[in-house]
């Protein structure tokens, strides 16, 4: 019940009668009288005091005239009725600030407060033979008989219908600790390379509250093993760059090749032993989930359909974060100055002695730096060592967004990275010293409230000595938001010299996603 509802009920009096329903009327009037019967009998001037509430409900204070509260405005659809509670009656409506906050909701104490005040005023007003009580008080009598059939209907349905159903949900309730979410994304998408595929991928989250001060994170995953065209070019050799790329994820979208069998994908647990101090431990945790962070690209459901636009694929290790691993996480904020200073360890190998374990190949370990110092930009000083298939892997990168207002945000990636060793599945020596870069932008609520656009540009892996080009990849798209758990995102991404090989044609691929969120 909104505050503008509630002195409005109190001003036209009839209005009371339709906020109880029968069990609640019982309260006010025991003995099955009228409310005008029960005022004669029951209220006097004499011993009627104000209701004490919460200091959370305090009411407001008198206002000598509806003029003087400051955010109510003659051309309200409520004003009429304010000015005549104050004319009228003398209720207290604003507050000692000046103002009426006719947008915030009423509670059940200050209404049982501010009823018995106009109840308090009636009294007073009775003695004076106000001409223009009488007639509120014909009026309620009117509306009490009119709305009886009403108000006897409306008692039934919350006493014999409503509380059964609302008693068997309280029964069959999921969980009182574990909350469940769940996102599936289905895309069409044809390419100038490969046939036409439509591809899914399902997620279902668990978030289990123990302390209210820690989270259980399960995440479980199936899709349809499906490809699109980039995956399908970067797939047929050595697979360098592609989505599941050996050295760096780099393909097409970032949904494509997800097994048709039902996985645990994310299984980790998150506390605070001190005051701004994250823990996170588990067995299967992402590093994308806590590094490399961007509003403007950094969610394939969302935004950027492409794994390169999702994370530099330099500082986040996709052999690492896509099946995920065992390991920690340390996260800790500054108190006085906008830092918060994160650094992960992650194996992916860590339930196999025979493939290395926790604390051998392949594993990765990071540090990242984010300076906030307002909401409208940030930036990200990052690190990391890793081991994968017997090369030694270590990148810097630079993370940054900016927000330039009207709803236009603009983001940047940078890293520059050294490989060295016999990868094993590539089976040669790998000596590289790649760079990494890639730039966008978004339009956010164009032309209408909750659809954006985004546009981004980027080349991952250049370098001489892997291939015999460099890889570039463009995408664009427009998130139309049909409703709150409904998207619909046409996009189109070209890819040009795919898994840094000369002899790619230009890949020009159409993608049509779409994400149900539950």
């Not at 223009?132 to 209907?153: C, S």
């Not at 080349?459 to 409703?483: C, H, K, M, R, W």
């Amino acid at each position: 019940m909104k505050r503008a509802l509630g002195f409005v009920g109190l001003g036209c009096w009839g209005s009371i009668a339709l906020v109880f329903p029968t069990g609640a009327q019982s309260a006010v009037n025991p003995i099955g009288k009228s409310p005008i019967d029960s005022l004669n009998a029951e209220i006097s001037t004499s011993d009627r005091r104000p209701t004490t509430v919460p200091p959370s409900a305090q009411l407001p204070n008198a206002m000598p005239s509806v003029e003087e509260l400051s955010d109510v405005q003659p051309t309200d659809w409520a004003y009429q009725a304010l000015k005549s509670l104050i004319e009228r009656y003398n209720l207290p409506i604003g507050y000692p600030d000046g103002t009426f906050r006719g947008d915030r909701p009423l509670t059940r104490y200050e209404f049982a407060a501010l009823l018995q005040q106009a109840l308090d005023a009636v009294v007073v007003l009775r003695g004076t033979g106000d001409t223009f009580l009488a007639e509120d008080l014909e009026v309620l009598e009117r509306l009490q008989a009119n709305y009886q059939l009403a108000l006897d209907d409306l008692d039934d349905r919350l006493t014999n219908r409503l509380r059964p159903r609302v008693d068997r949900l309280e029964l069959e309730n999921f969980s009182p600790t574990t909350q469940l979410r769940g996102q599936l994304i289905v895309a069409l998408t044809d390419a100038t390379e490969g046939s036409a595929t439509l591809v899914h991928r399902l997620r279902l989250n668990l978030t289990s509250r123990l302390s209210g001060n820690d989270r259980l994170f399960t995440q479980l995953e199936a899709g349809n093993n499906g490809g699109d065209g980039v995956s399908f070019v970067q797939n047929q050799d050595n697979n360098v760059l592609g989505t599941t790329g050996v050295l760096a994820g780099a393909g097409g979208l970032d949904y494509t090749e997800v097994d048709s069998s039902v996985s645990v994908n994310r299984l980790y647990y998150a506390f605070e032993p001190i005051e701004r101090l994250s823990v996170t431990i588990g067995p299967k945790i992402a590093p994308a989930d806590f590094i490399d962070r961007n509003r403007f690209a950094n969610n394939s459901a969302l935004d950027f359909s492409s794994s390169f636009f999702v994370n530099n694929p330099l500082i986040i290790q996709n052999q690492i974060d896509r099946p995920g691993g065992a390991g920690a996480v340390v996260s800790w904020d500054f108190a006085e100055i906008p830092l918060t200073l994160t650094g992960l360890y992650v194996a992916s190998t860590a339930e196999d002695a025979g493939k290395g374990g926790l604390f051998r190949d392949r594993y990765q370990t990071s540090l990242e730096l984010e300076y906030t110092p307002s909401p409208y930009w940030a930036v990200r000083l990052q690190y990391t060592h890793a081991e994968i298939e017997q090369t030694n892997i270590d990148a810097v990168g630079l993370n940054g967004e900016y927000s330039i207002g009207l709803g236009i945000g603009l983001f940047g990636r940078l890293g520059f990275g050294d490989y060295d060793g016999f990868n094993r599945v590539l089976l040669e020596n790998v000596d590289a010293n790649p760079t990494s870069w890639a730039a966008g932008a978004n339009l956010r609520n164009w032309p209408f409230p909750g659809n954006f656009a985004g546009v981004a540009i980027g080349q991952p892996f250049i370098t001489d000595d892997v291939g015999d080009a460099t890889q570039t990849n463009l995408e664009a798209f427009y998130n139309v938001q049909l409703s709150d758990n409904l998207t619909v995102t046409p996009a189109l991404l070209l890819v040009w010299n795919a898994d840094n090989d000369n002899d790619s044609d230009t890949i020009w691929q159409g993608v049509v996603r779409t994400v149900f969120s539950f």
